[in-house]
C-alpha cells in the first residue's frame, strides 16, 4: 500500500503561501504579455522594413541585455531590496511597452524606436530576473522549493503556448500596438503583489560596493564545489538538451510534414511533459535520490530523443516530446532546487544570475552546434548524436558530478563585505 502524501510534497503544495500564490499568477499573466510582446514586436518589424537583416535586429535587442546585464542584475538582487528592484523593473517594463504600443497606434513607430523600446524592455525584465529567482525561497519552506522551481517552469512553459496564439488573434484584430498596450498591462499584477509584501528581517539586502559584491560573490563560488558542480550540470543539461528546440521546426516540417496547428501540438506535447514531471517528482523523490532521478532522466530523454529522430508519424513525435519535456524538467528542478537550496540569502541573487549566464552559454553553443552537425549529417542523425551525447554526459555526470552532497564538507564562510557610508 502507498504511503499517503504528505500535506507540504504535493506540487500544489507551495500555492497555499499567499504572496507566493499571488506573485505566481500574476508571473503567469506577465510571461503571457512578455511572449505576446515579441510575437508583436516581430510583427511590427515586419511591417516597418523589408530587410532581413534588419528584421533579425529585434530578436539580437531582446537577446543581447541577457547576455551584457545577467551579472550585474545579481549584484542588484543582492545590494538593493529586492522588492523594491523588481517593483521599480516592472514600472520601467509596463512604461516602456505603453509607450512602443501608443506610438503604433499613434502610426508614429519607427525602426529605431522599436528596436530601442526592445532594448529597454529586455534590460528591465533581465535586472529583475535573477531578484525574481531569489525571492522564491524567502516565500516557502524549504522542502517546498523544488515545488516552487517547478510551478515557475510551468508558468513559463505554459505562456510559451499561450502566447504566440493570442497575439496573433489579437494582430489580427487591432494590429501590434494592441499587443504592446496589453503587454504593459500584464505587469500591473505583478506590481500590486509586491506592493504590500514586507520580507523577513533575514531577508534584508545588506548593502555592500558593487565591485566588492562582484568580488565577493566570485569567491564564494570559488569555495563552493557544490555550487560549481551544479552550475557545470545545469550547463551541461542545456547544451545537449538544445538540440531538441533547436531541430524540431526543421524536423516537424521536412520530416513529418506538419501543419502549422500540428507543429503547436508537437510544441504543446513538451510543455505536457514538463508539467507531468511537476506531478510526479515529489513522489520519485521519496523513493531515490537527487542522482538517480537526474540519471533516469538522462536515459528517459536520450529515448525520447532517439524515437523522435527515427519516427515517421505524429503520434510517436508527440509520445517522445512528452518523454523529453518530462526528462528535461526532471532535471533541471532537481539540479537547480538543490543549487538553491545550498546559498544564503545574502548571494541568492548573484548566485542567480551566474544559472542565467550558464543556461544561455549552455542552450546557445549548443544550438549552435547542434544546427551545424545538423547541417553536415541531416537532422535525423544530429538527434541520434544528441540522445548518445546524452547517455554519455550522464554516465561521466553520476560518476564525476555527483549532486548529493558529500558528508563532513563544510560550507563555505560568508567573505567580509564592504557597507556603504551613510
Known sequence: MRAPERAGDGPWAPLRARVFRGLWIASVVS??????????????????????????????????????????????????????????TQLVA????????????????????LLLGTF?????????????????????????????IGLNAIAYNGSQSLGPALA???????????????????????????????PRASAEPVHEGALQAMRNGVQYFRESPSLRRYALRIMLAFTVTSALTALLPLLARERLHTTPAQFGMLSTALGVGAVTAIWV??????????????????????????????????????????????????????????????????VRGRA?????????????AGAYGWGALASGVGIPTALLASSGAQLLVTAVAFVVLRLA??????????????TFER
Do not use: C, K
Open 168 to 198: 496573433g488573434v489579437l494582430i489580427a484584430l487591432s494590429g501590434p500596438g494592441a499587443v504592446f498596450l496589453v503587454n504593459a498591462a500584464s505587469f500591473l499584477g505583478i506590481v500590486m503583489v509586491l506592493r504590500n509584501y514586507r
Open 281 to 346: 517528482m515529489p513522489r520519485a523523490r521519496r523513493v531515490a535520490g537527487p542522482d538517480a532521478v537526474v540519471a533516469a532522466a538522462g536515459v528517459l530523454w536520450a529515448a525520447g530523443a532517439a524515437l523522435l529522430a527515427t519516427t515517421h508519424t505524429l503520434g510517436l513525435a508527440a509520445l517522445s516530446l512528452l518523454l523529453t519535456g518530462g526528462a528535461a524538467m526532471a532535471t533541471m528542478n532537481s539540479v537547480y532546487s538543490l543549487f538553491m537550496a545550498q546559498l544564503p540569502a545574502w
Open 352 to 364: 542567480s544570475s551566474v544559472v542565467m549566464l550558464v543556461v544561455w552559454l549552455g542552450a546557445s
Open 31 to 88: 510571461n503571457v504579455g512578455t511572449i505576446m510582446h515579441t510575437v508583436g514586436a516581430a510583427w511590427a518589424m515586419t511591417s516597418l522594413t523589408s530587410s532581413p537583416a534588419t528584421v533579425s535586429l529585434a530578436q539580437t535587442a531582446w537577446t543581447v541585455p541577457g547576455f551584457l546585464f545577467a551579472l550585474p542584475a545579481g549584484v542588484f538582487a543582492d545590494t538593493l531590496d529586492r522588492r523594491r528592484l523588481i517593483i521599480v
Open 120 to 148: 529597454l524592455l529586455s534590460v528591465a525584465l533581465t535586472l529583475s530576473a535573477p531578484a525574481f529567482m531569489a525571492l522564491i525561497p524567502d516565500l516557502v519552506p524549504d522542502e517546498q522549493l523544488p515545488q516552487a
Open 405 to 418: 552532497p558529500a558528508p563532513g564538507v563544510p560550507r563555505p564562510a560568508e567573505p567580509a563585505r564592504t
Open 94 to 113: 509596463m512604461t516602456t511597452a505603453a509607450a512602443l504600443g501608443a506610438l503604433q497606434v499613434a502610426g508614429h513607430l519607427t525602426v529605431p524606436l
